[in-house]
């Protein structure tokens, strides 16, 4: 005879660990992104995209090597981001919103990775080897992995962190999904950077404290599974 029970019990004990590996990772990848520019480039800083376009212009290509690194940790992290969303989404609790809850992990979660991804690709394009100065269209191009990786993900990343602490509520700490529901307005509220730089600040920290919330989240999940 099958004992059902320890299989579930495996099962979920596997999963739990699946999704705290991919939301550790996430953030591991993306501080070390920021990390390694300093290693690799002493001396050198990320430029605001918002600064004078020589500071720009002497970062990305001047410190080339830095800067491919960095791109793909955060392609990297964008990855892990994808499968925490996919894992977290199937996470399902048996109640009759569980489905749209499930889509506004998945939604939300994906839509932040593939943002994320795009913004890591396009830095990596602008210092690519033998890349040349484009000129007068050089802010252009800084602008795109800001865009991408500030107020496109954080809209996104918002929706995520949403469904995520609908999908916590009465598994996790009640001052956790709370958490969880001011955090996804913080991050909401950074979609106004494309309207005033004051908003700026609500990207830092949507972002960091979205990491430190997804582990402790993915740490204290035991849900109901349908698997």
Excluded: E
Excluded at 52 to 72: C, E, G, V, Y
Excluded at 160 to 188: D, E, H, N, Q, T
């Amino acid at each position: 005879m099958i004992n059902t029970d320890g299989v579930l019990a495996s099962t979920s004990g596997t999963t739990r660990r699946i999704t705290i590996a991919f939301a550790v990772l996430y953030a591991a990848f993306f501080v070390a992104s920021l990390v390694v520019v300093p290693i690799l480039a002493p001396g050198a800083r990320i430029p605001n995209p918002f600064s004078a376009d020589d500071t720009s212009r002497i970062f990305f290509l001047h410190n080339s090597r830095a800067i491919q690194i960095s791109s793909f940790l955060q392609l990297a992290s964008a990855c892990c981001l994808a499968g925490l969303s996919a894992v977290l989404a199937g996470l399902r609790r048996i109640r009759g919103v569980s489905n749209i809850v499930s889509s506004m992990i998945q939604t939300g979660g994906i839509g932040a990775a593939v943002l994320l991804a795009l913004a890591a690709l396009f830095s990596w394009a602008i210092a690519s080897p033998g890349a040349i100065d484009p000129g007068p269209s050089f802010h252009i191009f800084q602008f795109l992995p800001f865009l991408f990786g500030g107020p496109g993900w954080a809209g996104f990343f918002a929706l995520f962190l949403a469904g995520v602490a609908m999908g916590a509520k009465g598994i996790v700490p009640g001052w956790l999904w709370g958490v969880g529901y001011f955090l996804s307005i913080v991050s909401a509220l950074a979609i106004f950077v494309l309207i005033t730089i004051y908003a700026a600040p609500f990207l830092p920290i949507a972002r960091f404290l979205g990491f430190l919330w997804l582990i402790l989240v993915a740490t204290l999940w035991r849900p109901q599974s349908q698997y």
